[in-house]
């Protein structure tokens, strides 16, 4: 069990720092305008807009492989299923006496 915890933890960090470094590589909405004026990212690896899809379902990708594996760590981890009252398990039940009635002076 422990492995499979390790494993899991090793592919939720490498999925997270992938994510950030997709994020950080792609383009926002303005840096298209740029383009139009000649700043050369038409020439690229993948194309004027090749780009912008691969990386966008790469990102979508690792993006889902974290959340997947932030899942399965708390499934992992979390406590087996048997009932947990806390603090009250150690406690034992109060026993309720009945109420005596009081006794009006006359």
């Not at 009932?83 to 006359?106: N, R």
């Amino acid at each position: 069990m422990e492995l499979i915890q390790s494993l899991v933890l090793i592919l939720n960090v490498v999925s997270a720092i992938a994510t950030i470094v997709l994020v950080l590589m792609q383009h926002g909405k303005g840096a298209d305008m740029g383009a139009a004026f000649g700043s050369g990212s038409a020439g690229s690896l993948f194309g004027s807009s090749g780009s912008a899809n691969f990386l966008s379902r790469t990102t979508a990708v690792t993006a889902t492989l974290f959340f997947a594996s932030c899942l399965a760590l708390v499934l992992l981890v979390s406590p087996s299923k048997k009932s947990d009252l806390g603090v009250m398990s150690t406690q034992k039940p109060a026993v309720q006496q009945p109420a005596q009635p009081s006794k009006i002076p006359e």
